[in-house]
Structures are given as structure tokens and as C-alpha cells.
């Protein structure tokens, strides 16, 4: 099982780090909740049968929920897709949420529109403009993969006999259910030293709601819960997960990561990163007894 998404800035090669504070074994029997799902590389790596995962991204969150109750009918869009597939067709599709009967379209034939968008943009980059309008052109493949059938009955049939929830809400209300024990991976937007942060919804996302994220973050972490989140190596993100508060410990990892956004390949190169993982500080025993 892998994402059936193509994801700019996905964390397929992160796994190996990300394994080593989130994974099957630390989780246990309690819950995983990845706010800002995305690809989900991680959700699918980890495969664990107690999740919650949530995207405010409704289009991307209805390819789940079509995966999950409509496998059969969306493999057969996309096989349509495939077929039909050239530069005219692509942006033929790409035009169609800016007609006015796109709000009446069904899930199923959505959902077959953003994959068949996905597999054949540019690198995978899913962008929107200011009007939630799809704005990426189109990608230069040969052979694009655009119905892996496989897969998508292999994801359809681990959602559908799991304990998997699925939501698309803010990413704050997605974790007000955690409970102490659980794990939660927020991957937001990723902050950039010059032009801010890389958003794929027309809401956007800004340093007010890094500041957000970490506020919720304290709360889950004083609550019992366990949290790790990735973001580009800013001094803005650094700054702002610098906790001064005795309950709580944030340590901080940097490590490279492959950014392939550029369409020249000389200027692609690798990035710091950081993997911030916040937990709750050990209560010490006092060694010494209180005189009387």
C-alpha cells in the first residue's frame, strides 16, 4: 500500500527519520492522528488500524472516502482518463471548477478528476489560486501512471476493514478527541525564509496558525499525548517551537531533504528540514525528605 497521490514535498523519504519517533511499536493500542494528511506517507507506511486522518482540502479528502466506498466505479474513471489523456484533454479537465455545474458534479467523477490532475501535473504540485481554482499546468511524461488499480482496492480494502476515520475540518478541531497516549503528526504548509508559507488551499496558511499549531500542540502535550511536526528549518519555525514551559520538552532534528518544485533540474538541491518532537517532561523524585 502506498499514496496514490503524487505529493510535492511528500515524506516518502523522510520515513526512515520520521520511523524513528512514530511507528507501530510506540503507538501500541492507542490512536495516530496525521492532521494534515496530504499524500499521507506516513498513514500509509504505518498502516495502523487505530487513525485519524484529515485534510482541509475536500477535494483530496473525497478521494479517500471514494477509494474507500466506490473502488470499482473511480478505477473505471480513470481508466477513461487514461485513455482520453493529451495536453487539450488535461486542460479540458483542469477548466471544469470554474464552471458553475462543477458544484453539482458527484464525488466519484471528482474524485477521478483530481487523480487523473495529480498523476499528470507538474511534479504533483497541487495548487490552487485565491478563487480555489486548480492551477497547475500540465506535467511532461511520457507514460504517466494515472490508474494504479491495484493499489486503490488495496487502500480501499485497509480503510474499509480498519478503525479509520476520516475528516476534512481545521486542523484544530481534528485533534480535540486525543486522548493521553495518543500520537499526532502534523506536516503543515512549509515555511519559507522569503516568501512565507506554501499553501494548497485557498485559505492559505500563515505564522499566525504556525503560532496556532503550536499552541495546540502544548495542550496535547500537557494532555499525555505525543506529537512530532516537520517544517522547513526557519528560524521562524525554530523560534516559535522554542518552549520555555517546565512541563513541556520540544527537541529539534535537521536533516537534508530532496526538494524537486523547480522545473530546471540543476537548480533542484537539497533543504534543511526539521522534525520537532514535542513530549511531556518525566516528573523527577525528590531525593532529599522535607525536614519536619
Known amino acids: 500500500m502506498k499514496p496514490f497521490l503524487k505529493w510535492a514535498g511528500g515524506k516518502r523519504q523522510l520515513i526512515p527519520y520520521i520511523k524513528k519517533y512514530i511507528n507501530k511499536k510506540k503507538i ?17 507506511d504505518l498502516a495502523h488500524e ?11 479528502i473525497n ?23 493529451c495536453k487539450e484533454y488535461y486542460y479540458k479537465i483542469r477548466s471544469l471548477d470554474r464552471q458553475e455545474d462543477y458544484k453539482f458534479m ?43 488499480e491495484e493499489n486503490i482496492n488495496e487502500i480501499s ?3 474499509n476493514n480498519n478503525d479509520v476515520t476520516i475528516m476534512s475540518k481545521s486542523f484544530e478541531f481534528a485533534v480535540e478527541k486525543c486522548e493521553k497516549g495518543d500520537w499526532i503528526y502534523f506536516d503543515p504548509p512549509y515555511d519559507y525564509e522569503n516568501s512565507g508559507f506554501v ?26 499525548c505525543y506529537v512530532l511536526v516537520s517544517n522547513n528549518d526557519t528560524e521562524f519555525v525554530r523560534q516559535t517551537f522554542n518552549s520555555s514551559d517546565y ?10 531533504a530532496n526538494r524537486n518544485i523547480n522545473s530546471k533540474a ?15 517532561r518525566k516528573k523527577q523524585k525528590n531525593s532529599i525528605s522535607s525536614s519536619k
Open 63 to 85: 478521494c479517500y472516502n471514494v477509494i474507500k466506498e466506490n473502488p470499482d466505479e473511480l478505477i473505471d474513471l480513470l481508466k477513461l482518463h487514461a485513455e482520453a489523456h
Open 50 to 60: 487505530n487513525s485519524s486522518i484529515n485534510d482541509l482540502n475536500e477535494e483530496i
Open 199 to 224: 499553501g494548497y488551499v485557498k485559505e492559505g496558511f500563515s505564522h499566525e496558525d504556525l503560532v496556532k499549531l503550536k499552541e495546540v500542540c502544548d495542550e496535547l502535550v500537557k494532555k499525555g
Open 106 to 148: 458527484d464525488n466519484i467523477t471528482k474524485a477521478a478528476r483530481t487523480i487523473y490532475l495529480n498523476r499528470t501535473c507538474f511534479n504533483g504540485l497541487y495548487r490552487v489560486n485565491k478563487n480555489g481554482f486548480f492551477n497547475t499546468p500540465i506535467g511532461r511524461y511520457v507514460n504517466p501512471l494515472i490508474c494504479d
Open 247 to 256: 512541563e513541556i520538552i520540544y527537541s529539534t532534528k535537521t536533516i537534508k
Open 28 to 44: 501500541g493500542k492507542h490512536k495516530y492522528y496525521e492532521p494534515f494528511l496530504g499524500g499521507g506517507s506516513i498513514f500509509f
Open 266 to 280: 540543476s537548480k533542484r538541491k537539497k533543504v534543511d528540514e526539521v522534525l520537532i518532537y514535542g513530549h511531556k
Open 157 to 159: 480494502y485497509f480503510l
